[in-house]
């Protein structure tokens, strides 16, 4: 096509460039069959623009719940760490997953806080503050569209680990974040049990994160698109792990269970002291650095202390709504 620098050979051959380039085709595909339509049918042509972006969340969460379904499911089928119980808490995770990963968080953060982002980094750059991008960095080698990408991959999982890290630090941080590890039965919809403020304050700071490195929007989709369902198999009931090596390389089920193991996870130093171990969203690399990291522990019961009979038996809600109000009274000091 005139106009358009063709590309190289070797950009066809980069497994990240190919992904993005395949979503756009079929994010466009979506927009215009189904979504376009009913946008001018419901007088809302003037939000296209908006609704195109939310096409491609929309898409990336189809694509990850239909992974989940099929291939994280058949690993939970096969060797489940626990017998599956209270079937009730698990559909209350599920309503979760669909609320974050089919794009409807987005468009409440898109309503509220996008405008906000917009306008601070528009005043920003009329003021004479450059845009920063992190592959100016390494000129030359960042061209190439993986290890762009790498880099990108590991600068956000950094910031999950100190942001995880801040979440079990800071009490009032942590009395939201209760509502994650109050789940007594993980399985692969658990990721994305969350109090809404508590991913409110998580998803700005990627959200700014991201602006700031100028990281490419079909990139930032890619990079969301792989840690969520990293995130999905670590929270997965099943008992697996990937072996003395590959434990330290990526996060297994096994290593982040230990994660959510009661008085281990998130305890340190004694009972009802903030801390815990094993906080890495992707890469173990961070708890071994920051010495925050225990392998080789056993299948232990997942959860919070408090919650158990003989420590009070604390509440933490079984519905969404009474997860989401009790994390409000006890941020409050009311519970």
Do not use: K
Request: net charge negative.
């Amino acid at each position: 096509m005139a106009g358009r620098c063709p590309r190289r050979v070797e950009d066809h051959m980069n497994p990240i460039d190919a992904f993005v380039d395949a979503f756009g085709l079929a994010q466009q595909w979506l927009f215009e069959q189904a979504v376009q339509p009913a946008m001018y049918a419901l007088g809302m042509g003037n939000l296209l623009e908006d609704a195109f972006d939310a096409t491609g969340w929309l898409l990336a969460g189809l694509l990850q719940i239909l992974v989940m379904v099929t291939l994280l499911r058949a690993l939970e089928l096969w060797r489940p760490a626990e017998p599956l119980t209270d079937r009730a808490a698990v559909r209350v995770d599920m309503l979760y997953t669909f609320i974050h990963r089919l794009g409807l968080f987005r468009v409440l953060l898109f309503f509220t806080l996008q405008p906000l982002w917009d306008n601070g980094f528009g005043w920003l750059r009329l003021h004479g503050f450059p845009t920063f991008h992190l592959d100016n960095l390494w000129p030359g080698v960042t061209d190439v569209g993986w290890v762009s990408f790498l880099l990108y991959l590991l600068l956000f999982d950094l910031v999950g680990y100190a942001l995880h890290r801040a979440q079990h630090e800071f009490d009032w941080w942590w009395q939201l974040h209760a509502v994650h590890h109050s789940q007594r039965q993980m399985t692969l919809w658990s990721d994305n049990r969350n109090h809404l403020l508590d991913d409110l304050i998580h998803d700005s700071v990627f959200v700014l994160v991201g602006l700031v490195v100028g990281i490419p929007p079909g990139q930032f989709v890619a990079l969301v698109v792989i840690s969520q369902l990293v995130e999905s198999l670590s929270h997965a009931n099943v008992r697996l792990g990937f072996g003395r090596w590959g434990d330290r390389l990526l996060v297994s089920p096994r290593f982040h269970r230990v994660h959510h193991a009661i008085g281990i996870g998130h305890e340190s130093h004694g009972a009802g002291t903030l801390g815990g171990h094993n906080f890495a969203v992707l890469f173990p690399v961070w708890d071994l650095l920051f010495r925050t990291a225990a392998f080789d522990r056993p299948i232990e019961p997942t959860g919070i202390r408090d919650q158990l009979p003989q420590e009070g038996g604390r509440d933490y809600g079984r519905g969404f709504w009474a997860q989401q109000w009790l994390g409000l009274q006890r941020l409050a000091g009311r519970r």
